[in-house]
């Protein structure tokens, strides 16, 4: 009676003991089908020990062990309900990962690209940045402020393996005031639809970012120098540039990628003396009598790692129908931009150039009240060194110490017969400091040196902070 007890309750703590590394032993599933194969696996591994249970006890049917049977069976039932709540956890992990691994894809920033990470289902990621601005010398009109500029939610899902939707959703200066830009906002930056079809050419339709220089893509606060995006990449072209457009992207080759849309054109009546950027219509009940095209490549040979080089060119009529100066022109607007990078260890280098012209600029300054620039142009280069690996061995910390110079003007060419605005022809000596305690999270100080071809402009100083999720 006894040996049967043992053999019984050791053939118990064995189907238990095997049941419990099935639930711990499982290597995270990959794909919907998976899961369900690890299901139906362990589903037939719990009914083989429970038929072996039911003849162990019809065999030997000693009073002990009847007795003990239905405790081993509980145990068993409630190893069973551990593994169904193991496989909830799973089903869970496949929409939203418990370690996100950050790396930019198909021209988005590393937290607006979780989503092509995920398995299938809904993907959440974000960023946040703050800042203190102080204005140095003659601060005319600024005074120093200090600001929440933006909170943003990305958020994802997948439908199938090659259908998502991917959405940036925008929160400006901490509220929305009383519906003035100037105290808030709430925007959505992207909305679009990515059908992948082949690594040469998929579809994207929707709002989307124009694949324009560094910033417009990838403008979440780690992975850009300063407390300020380049003015370059804000004034010359503008950020966040978005449109309602269709387009490709793709590889033409492991190193050489493009993307290109047709997209809804500016709305000229917006321009200004500084620049084009209050034309872009942003998807809300944007101009569209007037198209544009727009087309990027960027080139990132094997031979020569961390090294990128590129360009991209917008070409459209901003005219929209409507009359300048008692007549309707296209207005036919052209920005062109080249860009490279080259990052190797602590090194990070980046260099831009942009050129714009804008065509019967003349009528709109007429119909404006002000010079508006039949040309445009804007550059500037930067360069950032991780210091802390040369102090500490294998830090995940980031410490760099950075200088951006730049140079612009949004008035290069007066149409003839108005005269040149040469405030604003100006260039900016950048020097500040980047800290990341961890990868996610940065504390950036900087002192920008403004100087205009005449007039004054604020110097300013720079402390805050940004995260991505």
């Not at 790396?103 to 398995?119: D, E, H, T």
């Not at 070409?315 to 080249?338: H, I, M, R, W």
Request: proline fraction near 5%.
């Amino acid at each position: 009676m006894n040996t049967c007890r043992i053999a019984q309750s050791g053939l118990g703590i064995t189907m238990l003991l095997a049941v419990s590394a099935s639930a711990w032993s499982l290597e995270k599933p990959k794909s919907m089908e998976d899961m369900w194969k690890i299901i139906q696996a362990q589903q037939q591994e719990i009914e083989a020990m429970k038929a072996q249970m039911s003849k162990a006890q019809v065999s030997d049917q000693p009073p002990p062990v009847a007795e003990s049977a239905p405790s081993s069976v509980k145990t068993l039932e409630r190893k069973t309900d551990v593994l169904s709540q193991e496989v909830e956890k799973l089903r869970t992990n496949l929409a939203i990962p418990e370690e996100a691994k950050y790396k930019s894809m198909y021209g988005l920033g590393p937290a607006a690209s979780k989503i092509y990470s995920v398995g299938k289902g809904l993907s959440i990621g974000g960023y946040g940045e703050a800042s203190y601005q102080a204005n140095v010398g003659d601060k005319a009109d600024n005074v120093d402020n200090a600001d929440l500029e933006r909170i943003v939610l990305y958020a994802g899902y997948k439908f199938t393996d090659n259908i998502l939707f991917n959405s940036e959703i925008e929160f400006e200066h901490a509220t929305t005031g009383e519906g003035e830009e100037e105290k808030g906002e709430v925007s959505v930056e992207f909305a679009a639809l990515d059908f992948f079809i082949d690594p040469m050419a998929n579809i994207r339709a929707g709002l989307v970012l124009m694949p324009m220089g560094f910033i417009n893509q990838i403008h979440e606060p780690p992975f850009y120098f300063g407390n300020n995006r380049p003015e370059v990449e804000r004034r010359i072209i503008p950020s966040t540039w978005r449109e309602v457009g269709v387009g490709l992207f793709g590889q033409i080759t492991p190193e050489l990628t493009y993307t290109t849309y047709v997209v809804n054109g500016l709305n000229a009546e917006e321009f200004s003396s500084e620049g084009i950027k209050e034309g872009r219509g942003g998807g809300s009940s944007a101009k569209a009598e007037n198209f544009a095209y727009v087309a990027r490549m960027d080139y990132t040979p094997e031979a020569l790692p961390g090294v990128s080089v590129g360009g991209s060119a917008y070409v459209g009529n901003s005219g929209q129908n409507q009359t300048f100066a008692g007549q309707k022109p296209d207005v036919f607007v052209q920005l062109y931009e080249g860009h490279a990078q080259w990052k190797y260890r602590g090194l990070e280098w980046r260099a831009l150039g942009s050129w714009g012209h804008i065509n019967n600029a003349d009528l709109l300054s007429a119909a404006k009240g002000e010079t508006i620039g039949s040309e445009n142009y804007g550059w500037y280069t930067e360069v950032g060194y991780d210091i802390l690996p040369l102090i500490f061995n294998d830090t995940a910390q980031y410490f760099a110490p950075f200088f951006r110079y730049e140079q612009f003007d949004t008035i290069a060419s007066a149409p003839d017969g108005f005269l040149d605005n040469e405030n604003m022809d100006r260039h900016i000596y950048q020097f500040g400091l980047q800290y990341k305690p961890i990868p996610n999270v940065v504390i950036k100080a900087d002192y920008r040196n403004i100087g205009a071809k005449k007039g004054s402009v604020p110097d300013d100083f720079n402390l805050g902070f940004g995260f991505i999720f």
